[in-house]
C-alpha cells in the first residue's frame, strides 16, 4: 500500500457515539496533519504534528482529540459531536512539519453526525 | 497574518480551450505558493509550487502558475484543457514562518466536452 490511507472512508454517527478515525502514511514522512473540508469553506487546519508531537491547535473543539503514537500513524477521536461538524476529515503527511514542504492527503473520512 | 482569495468559484471552460483560475494572497512576511487539485472522491494533491527563483513554475498535466509579488497574485493556467481536467483547485500559500498553512475556497473547474 502506497501513500496515504484513512479509514473508514464513510461514517455515520450519532451525537452520543464515540468514534475515531485513523490515518496511516507510508512515505516516511515526520509530519501529519487533520483538516476539516466543509463545502463553500476553506480547508481548515485542525492539528499539527511533527515528530509525533502536537505543534498546532487551531482552536479545536474538546471533542476533537487527536492522537499520534508514530510518525505513520494519526488518530481523529470523537465524542459528543454536533450535526455542524458534518463534514470530509481529510489527513496529510509531509516529509517534515516545515512551510515549504509539499503535504500529501489521503481520499478523506466523510463524517455525518446525526 | 495571512488571507487568500480564490475570485472564482465556478469555471466553466470548453475543451481544448485555455483556461486561468485566479488567486490573491495577502501577507506580511514572504510566503512560499502552492496549487493543489482535489478530484472527485479524493484528497488533494500537488499541482505545483513556488519556494523562490523563477516566478514563471510549472507542474503536471501541463499546468503553470506565475507569481506576481507586487500584485500578490499566484494565477493557474492552462493552455488547452481536457475533460480529465474538471476537478476543484486550491490556491494553499504559507508564511516562511510558523506551522499554518491556508488554503482558498477553491475553484471548481468543469470542462465541457
Redesign the interface.
Known sequence: ETGVTQTPRHLVMGMTNKKSLKCEQHLGHNAMYWYKQSAKKPLELMFVYSLEERVENNSVPSRFSPECPNSSHLFLHLHTLQPEDSALYLCASSRSGGTQETQYFGPGTRLLVL | AQS?TQLD?QVPVFEEAPVELRCNYSSSVSV?L?W?VQYP??????LL?Y?SGSTLVKGINGFEAEFNKSQTSFHLRKPSVHISDTAEY?C?P?????????????TSLTVIP
Do not use: D, I, R
Request: hydrophobic share 30%; glycine share 14%; aromatic share 24%.
Open positions: 487568500v468559484s512560499y502552492f493543489y472522491n479524493q484528497g488533494l494533491q500537488l509550487k519556494l486550491f494553499a504559507s508564511e516562511n514562518t510558523g506551522n499554518q498553512f491556508y488554503f482558498g475556497t477553491g
